[in-house]
């Protein structure tokens, strides 16, 4: 079946404004870490998911591919399967090939080109699963298109370990927002990174190639670009740092001289040396994980992990 129903989201530039210019003004400068993914940032976040160092991808991949029959199995026919922040649904093919059919697949990405590129993709692959993409930032208030059948349960995907950019009271909020968008007899697949040795971690988000210091600094070009900012992307350097406190990885970028940057109107002011954090990559125990699932609403959860145990999957039943 081809893709039928789209819906539309008109990206709000007055929003992605006020989210900068908001997170430029505290005391530790910030900058959302949803606006890293437009095309390019997309693309680049693609080429770090290939990388030697960032293990998290591959080994999820491995996680699906090893132990999908179960996860399908779980999941059962007539089911909506909802995808967040799908991206180009890399590692969707593993769980939807073996998902008993009829079956829906509901990609929802903030990337509006990536979204509809990577459903077609999918709906080519699979004839006998119905794909229906849905442009929507995640993070807001969405409707589920219907299915064209009498649906089973819905089921929220959420791979990729996404739901570590949150801080822990968000995430938590996010997750009772799932447990009542997939309702009773629904349930959520998410894969979430394991607490690690420093230098696995800080290596896997400062890549030798410099890919992951390319998408930081992607998200000053995108302000140049859309805010028509006037970011010197040459004074700025990337930094990866593991707060073990926080059990997180921080993205920063690092103003390299004392300057001052334009930006609607406005001038900000960067100390040499002061950073802009621009994501926040929480690491998880499985208890500590299956506890904040609890508390959203979720029972207790069958966990897939690899046999190094640096990434988990886990379908928690509502
Ligand atoms: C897509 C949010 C899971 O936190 O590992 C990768 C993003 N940032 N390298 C992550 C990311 C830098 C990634 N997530």
New binding site residues.
Partial sequence: MPPSTTTELPLAIEEFLEDVLEGLSGEQKTLP?KYFYDRRGSLL?DQ?CELPE?Y?TRTEVAIMQQHGQQMADRIGERAIVVELGSGSSMKTGALLSRLPKPTCYVPVDISGEHLYEAAERIAEAHDDVQVVPVHADFTQEFALPDAEFEPARCVAYFP???I??FRPAAAEELLSRLSNLVGPGGGLLIGF?LIKDRRTLEQA?DDQQQV?AK?NLNLLRRINEELDGDFDLRAFTHRAVFNEEHHR?E?HLVSQADQTVHLAGRSIAFRQGETVRT?L?HKYSVESFSEMASRAGFAAPTVWTDPSRLFAVAYFPV
């Fill in positions: 870490s976040f770090i960032y998290p990729g370990s996404t570590g950019n990174d988000y992951t998408f990885i993205m994501e990559s």
